[in-house]
């Protein structure tokens, strides 16, 4: 038996570390390598096809933390995402709640909500771009015949990153609120009943006494996802305002996409790129600390 | 009276589910509406949703015969699936050592399986696209495919489904003289197929949406992937004609909203299974 025990650990660690080598390996090239290339990059002036390339120090960190541009382009990203999280959870919680009360139409709104999630952002951006339009889209059409004038959604400076938070919105919802369904389903329907017998009988007295606690895990979940989500915003920037009018919708990774693949400062881009990964990474960090609180819920 | 309160109530439900049904559909009925409408009626700029005169057949052919859309929904599907094949074929196994082998190294790679979970793919996107300048390989299936071909959240997730299968059962496939590889294939990863189907779903939508890494690496339009595809023409086709434009959307979205409608289940579990994260 104990012959067949070392055989057995001998066999085991040899094909375990055969299995998980080509993972690794692709791991390691397509992550850690870059990674520590990146943080190489970012403490030079390299560009590509420059032939001298020197160390700078510190200097595009510097630069970032002085650059309009960036200081611009960070503060409209935490802007957008400010108004993206409470929209995108709020509202989907909602709905959340109101569908997991449905029974003959719960598959009917499920389909609906969640069909920006499955479509193509780019094709559905240029939609919106579209009913958005100031002389052409049905939105405009609709306030006209209301009697207000003309809005133009995307080229008014104060209003083309909120328009763009909605798009935003209208696309994680249905993501969110299957999120929130599936929390739901996981509340034991007892808890209601013996809610009642105790004398919370209106929705809202459910609501705060049973749902909301029970669901918190979930909505701290859904919370860190969507900031992560709205974070990472490119997509629509790049297709409907291109950082404009006048810089008002200019994103982070809108900016490192121009400095790294448009004018190759990739020295600059770099750094900023590790801009980007610390964000992430405080993102991230909350996510597992939340997890870990939910594990011994 | 509580009959008539709860009416109430469901009227009141359903007004507000349908209102933000409207809003989420908005777009879509739109993009069909405009599809199908001639030139002048889009310009008109009426609430009218269905157009007098039916224009779809010159829309949905200028926008086939302006850009090259079949091709484009081509390569995405050779992209797509690339990245799920090698993805599922280096992921399972990493997955089954890592929950059912002892081997020197587990939990270190458990933990770097961890952090890549959360490194999104725009931070190794610079010095990937470097060393795809360098060796000439931009504008290639290989470039669009290499930054996904690793999927920490394939291993994370199929080591939580592979944790649950019986010892029992492989102990008992050992003593029959099976080997690892033939375990892995022929028994365990079998039996998680909920979890890499919902997985596969998952990663095709992702892939076919992306955008960032594809306007990167590709210059050459005969290599756009749907969403690349749909932004070219939209930039060479500005202003000028929208029903076409609305017509090419369509036809971009269309393949996973149908596979969407007909495979809800697995979508609904994909995101689902996000959670288990």
Not at chain 1, 33 to 47: D, H, K, Q, R, W
Request: with cysteine; net charge neutral.
């Amino acid at each position: 038996m104990s012959a067949f025990r070392l055989r057995q650990a001998r066999i085991e660690r040899w094909t375990g570390l055969g299995f998980v080598t080509p993972a690794m390996l692709l791991f390691m090239l397509t992550s850690l390598i870059p990674l520590a290339v990146l943080l190489g990059l970012s403490f030079t002036n390299y560009e590509l096809g420059a032939v001298d390339t020197k160390s700078v120090g510190t200097a595009n960190f510097a630069k970032a933390v002085a650059d309009p541009v960036f200081r611009r382009s960070l503060g409209n990203t935490l802007l957008y995402v400010a108004i993206v999280l409470p929209g995108a959870v709020g509202l989907a919680l909602l709905i959340a709640i109101l569908v997991h009360g449905r029974r003959r139409s719960r598959g009917f709104y499920e389909v609906i909500y969640f069909l920006p999630v499955t479509s193509t952002l780019i094709a559905m951006a240029t939609v919106w771009q579209f009913l958005l339009h100031p002389r052409l889209g049905p939105v405009n059409a609709f306030l006209r015949l209301l009697g207000f004038d003309e809005v133009a959604f995307l080229s008014e400076p104060h209003l083309a990153l909120p328009t763009l938070a909605v798009v935003g919105i209208w696309q994680l919802l249905g993501f969110n609120m299957v999120l929130f369904l599936a929390g739901l389903s996981a509340i034991s329907k007892d808890l209601y009943e013996a809610a009642e017998v105790d004398g919370c009988v209106s929705g809202l007295d459910r609501f705060l006494t049973i749902t909301w606690p029970l669901l918190m895990p979930t909505t701290m979940f859904v919370m860190v996802t969507t900031s992560i989500t709205a974070f990472k915003i490119f997509d629509t920037v790049a297709v409907m305002t291109r950082g404009g009018p006048m810089g008002s919708s200019e994103v982070l990774l809108y900016n490192v996409y121009l400095e790294g693949f448009q004018y190759f400062h990739m020295g600059y881009a770099a750094a900023l790129t590790v801009i980007f990964l610390v964000f992430i990474l405080m993102f991230s960090a909350i996510q597992s600390f939340v997890l870990e609180r939910r594990t011994h819920y | 009276m509580p009959c008539l309160q709860r009416a109430i109530t469901r009227v009141l439900i359903h007004g507000v589910l349908m209102a933000g049904a409207a809003f989420m559909l908005l777009p879509f009925v739109w993009m069909l509406a405009t599809s199908i409408k001639p030139p002048e009626e889009v310009f008109s700029a009426t609430l009218r949703l269905l157009p007098t005169r039916f224009f779809g057949a010159e829309n949905y052919s200028f926008a086939l015969t302006q850009a090259p859309l079949l091709r484009f929904a081509i390569n995405g599907v050779i992209v797509c699936l690339g990245i799920l094949v090698v993805q599922l074929l280096v992921a399972i196994p990493c997955a089954y050592a890592l929950a059912k082998l002892r081997f020197p190294g587990r939990n270190l790679l458990f933990v770097l399986v961890l952090l890549a979970l959360a490194i999104p793919v725009q931070v190794p996107a610079l010095p990937l696209y470097i060393a795809l300048a360098e060796m000439e390989l931009l504008n290639t299936y290989l470039s669009l495919m290499l930054p996904f071909l690793f999927s920490a959240f394939a291993v994370f997730l199929l080591r939580q489904f592979f944790k649950s299968y019986p010892d029992d059962i492989i102990q008992a496939a050992r003593l029959d003289g099976m080997g690892e590889m033939e375990i892995v294939w022929r028994i365990v990863a079998p039996s998680a197929w909920p979890a890499i189907a919902a997985f596969s779903v998952f990663s095709v939508v992702a892939h076919w949406n992306d955008l960032y890494w594809p306007l990167i690496v590709i210059t050459d339009g005969g290599m756009a992937t749907p969403p690349l595809g749909m932004m070219l023409f939209a930039d060479a086709e500005t202003g000028s004609n929208y029903g076409a434009l609305m017509a090419a959307a369509t036809m971009l979205t269309a393949p996973l909203v149908v596979i969407f409608l007909f495979a809800r289940r697995w979508f609904i579990a994909g995101v689902t299974m996000t959670g288990v994260k």
